[in-house]
């Protein structure tokens, strides 16, 4: 996971701040992100397969909502990108290492939170 932007920080103390005022919300948020980010990701890979840019749109815009909610912006423009990737880039040496790199950063990104799950 990248060093966090202003704009991430300021999203990740507005999270804490509803945490000391509701007590594991920041957890329940970090469980439902890491239950649905693989999904999203495996069914961005799958469509993305068989060409399909409904579906990589609508599960790229899931997952990049999720980032966001997070304060996750690197994970949430990747996102972005591939959810708007034009159909006629699909298979392309360039969407190929975009969509690679998704699953990468998902998997990196769940690693640190599922560590900070265990850890609080």
């Given at each position: 996971?990248?060093?966090?932007?202003?704009?991430?920080?300021?999203?990740?103390?507005?999270?804490?701040?509803?945490?000391?005022?509701?007590?594991?919300?920041?957890?329940?948020?970090?469980?439902?992100?890491?239950?649905?980010?693989?999904?999203?990701?495996?069914?961005?890979?799958?469509?993305?397969?068989?060409?399909?840019?409904?579906?990589?749109?609508?599960?790229?815009?899931?997952?990049?909502?999720?980032?966001l909610a997070?304060?996750?912006?690197?994970?949430?423009?990747?996102s972005r990108?591939?959810?708007?990737?034009?159909?006629?880039?699909?298979?392309?040496?360039?969407?190929?290492?975009?969509?690679?790199?998704?699953?990468?950063?998902?998997?990196?990104?769940?690693?640190?939170?599922?560590?900070?799950l265990k850890?609080?």
């Amino acid at each position: 996971m990248s060093i966090p932007t202003p704009k991430d920080q300021q999203t990740l103390d507005q999270l804490w701040q509803l945490e000391a005022e509701r007590p594991g919300l920041m957890k329940e948020l970090i469980r439902l992100f890491v239950a649905d980010a693989p999904k999203q990701t495996r069914l961005i890979h799958a469509a993305y397969g068989r060409r399909d840019p409904e579906m990589v749109r609508q599960s790229a815009h899931f997952l990049r909502s999720g980032s966001l909610a997070l304060g996750l912006s690197s994970l949430a423009e990747l996102s972005r990108v591939i959810e708007h990737l034009p159909l006629d880039s699909y298979g392309s040496k360039e969407s190929d290492a975009l969509v690679l790199e998704l699953r990468a950063e998902v998997h990196k990104v769940l690693l640190v939170l599922l560590k900070q799950l265990k850890d609080g």
